[in-house]
T-cell receptor, first 114, second 113 residues
Framework: DGGITQSPKYLFRKEGQNVTLSCEQN?????MYWYRQDPGQGLRLIYY???????QKGDIAEGYSVSREKKESFPLTVTSAQKNPTAFYLC?????????????FGSGTQLSVL | DQQVKQNSPSLSVQEGRISILNCDYT??????FLWYKKYPAEGPTFLIS?????DKNEDGRFTVFLNKSAKHLSLHIVPSQPGDSAVYFC????????????FGTGTRLAVRP
């Protein structure tokens, strides 16, 4: 049963704390992405990786870091430098489906600040 | 700079009627457009897409229309069902940017029984 698994579903961060959101996929996709959703806003790209050991900043990368040591895994760290971390975080990977490239999303992680 | 815009934050439709969700874009380099459906606290799921070489794509109750000269696309749902109630995101991509998608802000559709 292929898919994208994000954990945890809910996460709470204390002031000054770094937290890491997990994203694992077994779809054998090369490219993976992290998006952030805020109420009333679209999905904004944080970081993306098109291949193992390589990643690029998206539109709102400040205060975040990522790694891509394995094809299956693309964890996102929300650092203490991110001053407004409360949001719904979505991980995605892209692959071919019926001849077209599509993004496939995980079920998301809701991050809140205590 | 919002390159993909969904100007209607919400839409309410009677069950059985047509739902029309609109999306405008500013970047003429976009060559592929997608619609995603999202329920609360879940990830978006792919609904339907269209290439810029077409002006219409149909899949069951869902049809997407593309008007390149107006830089406008729309999603038609006929007939609308209560289970269609969700937030719908329009997204766009151009080939040279890789697989990165630019998303609109979403339209919340409510289908009344």
């Amino acid at each position: 049963d292929g898919g994208i698994t994000q954990s945890p579903k809910y996460l709470f961060r204390k002031e000054g704390q770094n937290v890491t959101l997990s994203c694992e996929q077994n779809l054998n996709h090369d490219a993976m992405y992290w998006y952030r959703q805020d109420p009333g806003q679209g999905l904004r790209l944080i970081y993306y990786s098109q291949i193992v050991n390589d990643f690029q900043k998206g539109d709102i990368a400040e205060g975040y870091s990522v790694s891509r040591e394995k094809k299956e895994s693309f964890p996102l760290t929300v650092t203490s430098a991110q001053k407004n971390p409360t949001a719904f975080y979505l991980c995605a990977s892209s692959g071919q489906d019926a001849g077209y490239e599509k993004l496939f999303f995980g079920s998301g992680t809701q991050l809140s600040v205590l | 700079d919002q390159q993909v815009k969904q100007n209607s934050p919400s839409l309410s439709v009677q069950e059985g009627r047509i739902s029309i969700l609109n999306c405008d874009y500013t970047n003429s380099m976009f060559d592929y457009f997608l619609w995603y459906k999202k329920y609360p606290a879940e990830g978006p799921t792919f609904l339907i897409s269209i290439s810029s070489i077409k002006d219409k794509n149909e899949d069951g109750r869902f049809t997407v229309f593309l008007n390149k000269s107006a830089k406008h696309l729309s999603l038609h749902i006929v007939p609308s069902q209560p289970g269609d109630s969700a937030v719908y995101f329009c997204a766009a991509r151009w080939r040279s940017s890789g697989d990165k998608l630019t998303f609109g802000t979403g339209t919340r559709l409510a289908v009344r029984p």
